[in-house]
């Protein structure tokens, strides 16, 4: 059952518990449905090992590629938060062979490219941080375009770092 403790997220509780007893979907969707949301709880709550192993049980099951997007984007979220880029990107990757237009997995994809030039700026090697700096900007570029001023931080580092020709 959920952990959280807000009053939407006990709302979305309920309303989501409702919908699985009424609508005509199989237990195997009811069930990949049901380890997603635990997932998402873990995830918040900071429990990453709980939310992984929902997250993996969901994949398990879910069947619809669209539903196993979210599933994906919230892998990568998690690799994320406990500094596992290569998986991170891996699954942010898997993300947008669904949804090619997500804004937010290439806002993510370009964090974690940024990230990876700043490493490089502090092993000394400027040739690999521009390549990182570059790839970032490919993918800040892509999620500006999709959803315009959402990004101002992005926006302004691309304009700051002459990267924004494309915007």
Do not use: C
């Not at 192993?53 to 099951?61: F, G």
């Not at 997007?69 to 898997?94: E, M, W």
């Amino acid at each position: 059952m959920s952990k959280n403790n807000n009053f939407v997220d006990q709302a979305f509780t309920v309303i989501a518990d409702v919908l699985l007893k009424v609508l005509p979907i199989s237990n195997r969707e009811k069930s990949a449905f049901t380890y997603y949301r635990e997932g998402m709880d873990s995830q918040e709550s900071g429990e990453f090992s709980e939310a992984l192993y929902n997250y993996y049980e969901a994949l398990r099951l879910e069947v619809d590629p669209y539903d196993r997007s979210f599933i994906y984007y919230n892998l990568a979220i998690v690799y994320t938060r406990i500094g596992d880029y290569d998986r991170a990107l891996k699954y942010y990757f898997q993300t947008l062979e669904i949804q090619p237009s997500s804004p937010q997995a290439l806002n993510n994809i370009a964090v974690i490219f940024h990230r990876r030039g700043e490493q490089a700026i502090e092993n000394g090697n400027l040739n690999k941080a521009n390549m990182f700096f570059d790839k970032a900007g490919d993918y800040w570029r892509e999620a500006v375009r999709i959803l315009p001023n959402k990004y101002i931080a992005a926006e302004n580092w691309l304009k700051m770092t002459n990267r924004n020709e494309k915007i």
